[in-house]
């Protein structure tokens, strides 16, 4: 059974910074596309960065542009979400997400709270 696990969140101050991390096991993460999402209290799921298989497309929601990267390390099977400028809205729920390149199958993670206090 394929697993992600998500780690690095928890209580920053308005402006300050976290590094999100997403390790994969059970899987060979470079054959999935990956993304994280997000969620606040009484939201929908929110797209937040998306990454291919091989680190060289990125995608990012308007409102972290700037703010957030998202990268991967194919060797240790880890995806990252570096946020930066942390601002109160960013507090959710974050969920990392890798889709197969080739068969219709995704995985989630379990998610990893994020708290920004102003």
């Known amino acids: 059974q394929v697993q992600l696990v998500e780690s690095g969140g928890g209580l920053v101050q308005a402006g300050g910074s976290l590094r999100l991390s997403c390790t994969a096991s059970?899987?060979?993460?470079?054959?999935?596309?990956a993304a994280w999402v997000r969620q606040a209290p009484g939201k929908a799921r929110e797209f937040v960065a998306s990454i291919s298989r091989s680190g060289g497309s990125r995608n990012y929601a308007d409102s972290v542009k700037g703010r957030f990267t998202i990268s991967r390390d194919n060797a240790k099977n880890t995806l990252y979400l570096q946020m930066n400028s942390l601002k109160s809205e960013d507090t959710a729920v974050y969920y990392c997400?890798?889709?197969?390149?080739?068969?219709?199958?995704?995985?989630w993670g379990q998610g990893t709270q994020v708290t920004v206090s102003s």
């Open positions: 997400n890798a889709k197969h390149s080739v068969v219709p199958i995704d995985y």
């Open positions: 059970r899987c060979t993460l470079s054959d999935y596309a």
